[in-house]
């Protein structure tokens, strides 16, 4: 059994425990990072010297970093010509989605996480969420676009180019005041939720904090 380093309610963590649970491959996960602690630890960084999560351990001693890496490699390990295609052009398809989705789309993000909960209520800016939501728009144009000819991103099932942008989704939804309407995206999500996988590891990692900002931040903003 193979472990996974990292918190379960990280970024980077989420697109890949929500692939493993729709791999349904058993695995040990090591909460790391974050109020956890560990990243600077000797023994972590010489697994991953970026000190960063998740961190893939194989029992042989095979290590991987690098969230989009890691589920590539689960992809083509546990679910070839399924969650990985087999087809050439339909992988770079799936490709060019996952890292479209870390390069341009996650940007709101990190703002998001450090305006609602790394600063002070004093130093929380509705200013700076709201440009980071409207930074965001163009990239929800985009998705929209595609969405309206496909269930999801590389066709009309899920693969492995749906995990990173599919796992940003909830906190898009969610966590964005006054959220302009995407009707395809927004139905995209629908057909997410109704995955176990994606309640289990995406929205159920991020139930606290998206209660946190509904019920004590968003309306004080």
Same mark, same amino acid.
């Given at each position: 059994?193979?472990?996974? %380093?990292?918190?379960?309610?990280?970024?980077?963590?989420?697109?890949?425990?929500?692939?493993?649970?729709?791999?349904?491959?058993?695995?040990?996960?090591?909460? %790391?990072?974050?109020?956890?602690?560990?990243?600077?630890?000797?023994?972590?960084?010489?697994?991953?010297?970026?000190?960063?999560?998740?961190?893939?351990?194989?029992?042989?001693?095979?290590?991987?970093?690098?969230?989009?890496?890691?589920?590539?490699?689960?992809?083509?390990?546990?679910?070839?010509?399924?969650?990985?295609?087999?087809?050439?052009?339909?992988?770079?398809?799936?490709?060019? %989605?996952?890292? %479209?989705?870390?390069?341009?789309?996650?940007?709101?993000n990190s703002i998001y996480l450090d305006q609602y909960f790394r600063v002070s209520d004093e130093e929380r800016s509705a200013?700076?969420?709201?440009?980071?939501?409207?930074?965001?728009?163009?990239?929800?144009?985009?998705?929209?676009?595609?969405?309206?000819?496909?269930?999801?991103?590389?066709?009309?099932?899920?693969?492995?180019?749906?995990?990173?942008?599919?796992?940003?989704?909830?906190?898009?939804?969610?966590?964005?005041?006054?959220?302009?309407?995407?009707?395809?995206?927004?139905?995209?999500?629908?057909?997410?939720?109704?995955?176990?996988?994606?309640?289990?590891?995406?929205?159920?990692?991020?139930?606290?904090?998206?209660?946190?900002?509904?019920?004590?931040?968003?309306?004080?903003?």
């Open positions: 059994m193979f472990k996974l %380093w990292g918190r379960k309610d990280g970024s980077n963590v989420i697109k890949v425990t929500w692939c493993l649970g729709e791999i349904g491959v058993d695995y040990e996960r090591v909460d %790391w990072g974050g109020e956890f602690g560990g990243n600077d630890d000797p023994e972590y960084r010489a697994k991953n010297p970026n000190g960063r999560l998740p961190t893939l351990e194989e029992e042989n001693g095979f290590t991987l970093w690098e969230s989009g890496a890691v589920t590539r490699y689960l992809c083509a390990k546990y679910s070839m010509g399924d969650l990985y295609p087999e087809d050439l052009q339909a992988r770079a398809a799936a490709d060019k %989605w996952m890292d %479209w989705s870390s390069i341009n789309f996650a940007g709101f200013e700076k969420i709201n440009a980071a939501a409207t930074q965001a728009l163009p990239m929800l144009d985009i998705l929209d676009k595609h969405l309206a000819d496909n269930d999801y991103l590389g066709g009309d099932k899920l693969t492995m180019a749906d995990f990173a942008a599919g796992s940003l989704i909830d906190r898009w939804i969610h966590w964005t005041p006054n959220r302009p309407s995407h009707a395809n995206v927004e139905a995209y999500y629908e057909r997410l939720v109704a995955r176990p996988a994606y309640k289990e590891h995406v929205i159920g990692a991020n139930a606290g904090r998206t209660a946190k900002i509904k019920n004590e931040l968003m309306p004080n903003l």
